[in-house]
């Protein structure tokens, strides 16, 4: 498929803005903490999709807005029409939402959550899906369905939050939706570090990984996704040749000949 630029994105549902190959994504209902619509988790889905192939973003960051990340589904405009809902629609709205988060982990870019205040049942969700997860002391993160009268497997919880923070503890989580706080959830590893300022540290760590060989950055996000479900000797193998790929491209060459020359290289994506 035909690369492209993204970084003129005008969305409807959600704030842009693409600024030295770093893409910001930011709900923009802080008035509400940025609750989710049926429109907004479909252009999200949309936009992961088409990221990746876009040739001008190498990192996304998911971005807080107002103080808070994100309040999940919309009480009035997602779970109010669902409860009248037949079976056929439920799927699809249930469908459309995982298909959020295989987007984002198929999009090719690292994705940093940058998160502040309320992260809660899909936006815990998609903090859950991001590569990597900072939060401001302030964060309150919940998967909040069992509240509700739904089971926590959802959108991909039961498979992916045990293998951030272990089974029991993700089952205790999924069962009783309370919130995680912040300390906690760096204890248990569900965030990689908590800072005051989460957005300028998220940007931080973005510019640093746009400046690493961001094509094999693409491979590592595919490996570390499709590892999940093979054995060690296969993982190896599938290691082996991914490497070896890498190991063809012209950044490969640009680091040997900087260390060589005692320089700091400078990668190019190719």
Request: with cysteine.
């Amino acid at each position: 498929m035909k690369r492209h630029e993204m970084a003129g994105l005008t969305p409807e549902h959600f704030q842009w803005s693409v600024t030295d190959r770093i893409a910001v994504i930011r709900l923009n209902r802080p008035e509400r903490k940025n609750p989710l619509t049926f429109e907004s988790y479909a252009e999200l889905g949309r936009t992961f999709r088409d990221l990746a192939h876009a040739s001008d973003v190498d990192v996304v960051v998911l971005a807080s807005n107002g103080g808070n990340f994100c309040s999940g589904g919309d009480v009035h405009e997602i779970i109010g029409p669902l409860v009248g809902m037949e079976m056929p629609e439920l799927l699809a709205f249930t469908r459309m939402t995982g298909e959020l988060v295989k987007a984002m982990i198929h999009c090719g870019k690292p994705v940093i959550a940058a998160v502040e205040g309320i992260c809660v049942g899909a936006g815990a969700i998609m903090a859950m899906a991001s590569d990597i997860r900072l939060a401001a002391p302030s964060t309150k993160a919940a998967f909040l369905f069992t509240r509700v009268g739904l089971a926590g497997c959802d959108m991909g919880a039961c498979a992916m939050l045990p293998r951030i923070v272990g089974q029991g503890r993700a089952a205790e989580l999924l069962y009783t939706g309370r919130v995680l706080r912040a300390e906690e959830g760096e204890r248990w590893g569900f965030w990689n570090a908590l800072h005051d300022d989460v957005e300028a540290a998220a940007m931080d760590l973005a510019r640093q990984i746009a400046a690493g060989p961001t094509w094999a950055h693409g491979i590592t996000k595919t490996q570390l996704d499709q590892e999940w479900n093979m054995g060690l000797d296969q993982a190896i193998e599938v290691e082996a040749q991914a490497q070896a790929i890498c190991m063809q491209t012209r950044d490969f060459e640009r680091a040997y000949r900087a260390f060589v020359a005692k320089e700091t290289p400078v990668f190019e994506g190719d």
